[in-house]
């Protein structure tokens, strides 16, 4: 791509998309033409705390699949995922509800499982979130974190 322009303009394809008041289903099909030829097919639906996606992948013949299921509350998030590739070429992100302040968007290649917890709770300005992430491909994988936050009163204000 030229500099300053996106190098995914040339993904050609697009979505559709249904809501009512308390769900949401959705499908989108895009494709990459050049060097890569690829293709990937998203399907997702969400329904009061549940969200539930489905996403295929293929790419110079190789293929990738992941399913996910997701529950939130407002003090809980629970999350799990299969996923299968067959090498990194077809790896499939998925972004992760993560600690406050933070973004996780993994790559995910191989074959396994993946899944995490979240947790947090509000008392008087303070916040304690917690959350474990456990992935199961070759090896079994576990990570931790917990975080306190404090914020009282006005913030930057000279």
């Known amino acids: 791509a030229e500099p300053g322009t996106s190098g995914m303009q040339n993904e050609l394809g697009g979505g559709v998309d249904g809501r009512g008041r308390r769900w949401r289903v959705y499908a989108e099909i895009y494709r990459r033409p050049q060097r890569e030829r690829s293709q990937r097919w998203r399907l997702g639906a969400d329904r009061a705390g549940w969200r539930w996606r489905g996403e295929i992948q293929r790419s110079r013949g190789e293929w990738g699949a992941l399913g ?4 939130r509350r407002r003090w809980l998030v629970l999350h799990i995922s299969r996923f299968r590739t067959d090498s990194y070429a077809t790896r499939m992100y998925e972004c992760e509800a993560d600690l406050p302040e933070t973004v996780s968007i993994r790559p995910l290649y191989g074959s396994g499982w993946r899944g995490y917890a979240q947790v947090s709770c509000r008392w008087q300005g303070w916040t304690l ?3 474990y992430r ?3 491909d070759r090896r079994i994988r576990r990570y931790g974190g917990v975080q306190f936050d404090w914020a009282h009163g006005e913030i930057d204000k000279h």
């Open 134 to 136: 456990l992935q199961w």
């Open 129 to 131: 979130s917690g959350r």
């Open 68 to 71: 996910s299921a997701r529950y």
